[in-house]
């Protein structure tokens, strides 16, 4: 069974830059996609960014291109999100998801198989 651990968000300036980490419980890291959703208050859930189990892919949300980055390092079961030009829109919880054997565009069409706990980021304008 997989746990996720979110960290890094935080309350910051619009244009700023903030960078969450995820953080896996599970050896075999390596064979999972990995998202990051976010969820707005009073708004469903939703896809913001996600890279493939073999990291060949990428795929982002088109209201963070440019914007965010999503990177993986295996080697320390973990999934960055680097997020440059804040906004106050993209104030919300931040979660990371997994699938295993996902690829990246796959992880914003499915209900991802594990989730984080989440992690707050507040901009403000």
């Known amino acids: 069974q997989m746990q996720l651990g979110e960290s890094g968000g935080g309350l910051v300036q619009a244009g700023d830059s903030l960078r969450l980490s995820c953080t896996a419980s599970?050896?075999?890291?390596?064979?999972?996609?990995v998202a990051w959703f976010r969820q707005a208050p009073g708004k469903e859930r939703r896809f913001v960014a996600a890279?493939?189990?073999?990291?060949?892919?990428?795929y982002y949300t088109d209201s963070v291109k440019g914007r965010f980055t999503i990177s993986r390092d295996n080697a320390n079961n973990t999934v960055s999100l680097q997020m440059n030009a804040l906004k106050p829109d993209d104030t919300a919880i931040y979660y990371c998801a997994a699938t295993r054997w996902s690829d990246a565009q796959a992880m914003s069409r499915s209900r991802p198989t594990y989730w984080g706990q989440g992690t707050q980021v507040t901009v403000s304008s």
């Open positions: 890279v493939g189990w073999n990291s060949r892919t990428k």
């Open positions: 599970i050896g075999t890291f390596s064979r999972y996609g």
